[in-house]
């Protein structure tokens, strides 16, 4: 069975991905942080996590570079994760050393792709061809990155991407909103007070 970790600060997107994924048979596992991540590699070992690029604490291309750079951990596969209000920025995601990018809200079907290559990679042709000693090392020796296109969002997904940045700003807003009332009626009772002792 394989395992997926979803390393995401969002409730949504970890239910979301955990019930697509556990459907398929995958074992899912889930951390809010970097450092909550971190520890899940060790006492779980993932196949593939996926990591949100605005991760609290290393930003997801932060921790992507830093598991390529350790050798106990740069066989694990990443896929980073974007939105509609914070895409992944594939120069970063290449340069970070990803395996893959996807857009939240999950799709079903695009995180089944997503990750069917990156646990099953295909069999190397039988005899390649030599390279071409025209050709410069560097370039004889880089792979190219796979890093899947962004698709055309439907409604649903829209509808997704605006519940997850309500539920991030919701906190915010409620404290903001609190504050501006009880500003709001703090001068209104001032107002009344000092309009009654004119009377």
């Known amino acids: 069975m394989s395992r997926v970790l979803i390393a995401d600060d969002s409730p949504h ?13 995958f074992q899912v596992l889930a951390a809010a942080d970097a450092e909550t991540a971190l520890l899940r590699l060790s006492d779980s070992d993932p196949d593939v996590i996926l990591l949100d690029v605005s991760l ?17 951990h740069r066989h694990r596969r990443v896929v980073l994760l974007g ?12 340069r970070a050393g990803a395996d893959a990018i996807l857009q939240k809200p999950f799709e079903a079907s695009a995180l089944l792709e ?3 290559p990156l646990l099953h990679p295909p069999a190397p042709p039988a005899a390649e061809a030599p390279a071409s000693p025209t050709e410069p090392a560097a370039e004889q020796k880089q792979a190219p990155v796979s890093v899947p296109g962004l698709q055309t969002p439907d409604a649903e997904s829209v509808r997704a991407a605006v519940t997850l940045a ?13 504050h501006m009332i009880l500003l709001a009626l703090r001068q209104r009772g001032g107002l009344e007070t000092a309009g009654g002792g004119q009377g």
């Open 114 to 116: 997503t990750l069917g």
């Open 166 to 178: 309500l539920d991030a700003a919701m906190p915010a807003l409620i404290d903001e909103l609190t």
């Open 13 to 25: 997107a970890q239910r979301m991905g955990e019930r697509i994924l556990a459907d398929e048979g």
């Open 56 to 72: 609290p604490g290393r930003s997801g291309y932060e921790f992507t570079a830093y598991l390529k750079g350790q050798p106990e």
């Open 83 to 94: 939105s509609l209000l914070d895409p992944v920025s594939e120069e970063q995601a290449a």
